[in-house]
């Protein structure tokens, strides 16, 4: 019998034992959890601030470690793992990804409406590094697609309203502001201090000079652009893969090249396509997947359709990145690019060409005196349909620019219909956005045999400057 | 060529009788529209033994001088009963039989203008011999302007 009680006496002494150890162990455990919270909530802690972010491979002088173990050696902070968590949780991604992440820097070339999505998402992504880089100042017409930026940033330069939204989004990674274009002269210098290059400006003179810079310095470059309802896609100089001149050796006609200012274009699509961007700026500074060298992604937003072609590979005649190179860091800086594709390094308004003389145009507001004089004339707007039905002046006769030929009889027609008994020939003014297609129409109809056409200088966008403010301008 | 599109549009009614269904008028109006659209290839002559038929796209504002129409499947002869249609060929025809308007926005010399991309079944034609490339039946070639905009 008592042997049988000191058995079990034995028994519970054990027990008790078991559960002292299990006792510490938890309480440490529950200090551990503690230490970790407390870095995680800086403003409720009572440990220093310095915790965070530092190194853990140190000697002896290095702070102490932390009391959770980071796995094998990265140098993410609890705070960053917390950020990135569902990235991290990849098991594609990862540490070692985001790592390179928050180590990368990137340029963005253009903070419009490529430019927008690649800065947020890059920024919200924890890439270490992003200087963005534009001229241009915030304007209305810029929010429907740029959106990066609000109705209170309007009027304040672009790069400081994307810096702003980038660190709201994220107040750890650096911005850096360049409130100015790129140039041959600056883009070498500048391009040095960044991993990848984002090519999202809106010309071809700047896409040029992005393209042999970033081969001069050796920087990969991800290339986008937008108008309309399509989209293009590439990286450029990666791996073995072709550069800009490669594919284009010789500039587009500057007839060929549209811009948003003039063909539209909807925003979501440069939306789309820069974000595409901000994946490709990704998978190369994580060498993660597969990046777009040597293929192009190709967006029809129309028909939804998404095409990735194959391209060339790296053309050993290139004048950029071929065998014997003329671009380099030498002769770069003094090439002329708006010379070499003949356009100049903005998408703003093109300079107004003066091809018809003073004695066959009319201002705006002398134009407007003969209106409110009641003087018969015919007002020929010679812009697209689609233009003329945004807004267009009171008895005006559309005719597109590229239909006059055909439609001199209806222009005949009208001069006749307002012709009273005893007048002379009638007079007909012609207008367009702004009073450069309108001046080819003078001559052409001057040509057809009309002696009385007068370019109304300065079109639509002086007629709203100087007579009529609420005259909705685009 | 005439009598045997006769005569497949003859057995195609004839197989659509037989296998016609009683409760879906559906598939019966599907198959008529095939039925005619073999039948009026066939009287107008459309196809001949040679032609080639060809998708091509343009893209990148290239359509404006296509009638705003980006997607054409066509039928291409080659010149000079030659029996091959190249590249070159193909540009020429292009030239002559499907642009609308500008054809300096389109061609230079006997090539595309600078900054057009050609790719032939979604390659550039740079790896498979340019204007010299042979085409296939139902190849796709697109041609696409570069894009500045941003």
Known sequence: MFFVFFHKMADFTLELEALRVENARLKEKLKQHLLVEDMLLPSSSNLPRAVIGMNREGGENACPAPPWIAGLSHSLTAAQIQRYSRQLLLPSFGVKAQENLCKGSVLIVGAGGLGSPVALYLAACGVGCIGIMDPDRVELHNLHRQVIHNEASVGETKVSSASRTCLAINSSVKVVEYPFGLDARNALDIMAQYDVVVDASDNVATRYLVSDACVVANKPLVSGAALGMEGQLTVYNYLKGPCYRCLFPTPSPQAACQRCSDAGVLGVVPGIVGTFQALEVIKVLTKVGEPLSARMLILDALSSRIHTVKLRGKNTQCVACGELPQITHITLPNFDYEKFAASPMSDGTPPREQVVGEDQSITCTDYNKLVRGHKSHVLVDVREKHQYDIASLPDSLNIPYAKLPQQLDTIRAAAQKHKHEGDEDMSVYVICRRGNDSQRAVQDLRSAGFNLVYDITGGLLSWAQDVDSTFPAL | ?150
Request: glycine letters at 6%.
């Open chain 2, 1 to 150: 060529m005439n009598k045997l599109g006769f005569r497949l549009t003859a057995q195609w009614c004839l197989l659509l009788w037989l296998i016609r269904p009683r409760s879906s008028d559906y598939r019966i109006s599907f198959h008529f529209i095939v039925v005619r659209s073999n039948f009026r290839a066939a009287r107008l002559g459309v196809r001949r033994a040679d032609d080639m038929h060809l998708t091509l796209e343009f893209g990148g504002g290239l359509e404006l001088l296509f009638g705003s129409q980006k997607k054409h499947e066509v039928e291409v002869t080659s010149p000079d009963d030659l029996k091959e249609v190249t590249m070159e060929s193909l540009l020429s025809w292009i030239k002559d039989n499907l642009i609308k308007e500008r054809p300096e926005m389109f061609v230079k010399e006997s090539s595309v203008r600078p900054g057009v991309l050609v790719l032939i079944n979604d390659s550039d034609w740079e790896l498979c011999g340019r204007l010299e490339t042979v085409l296939e039946e139902n190849d796709e070639v697109i041609f696409i302007s570069t894009l500045h905009g941003g």
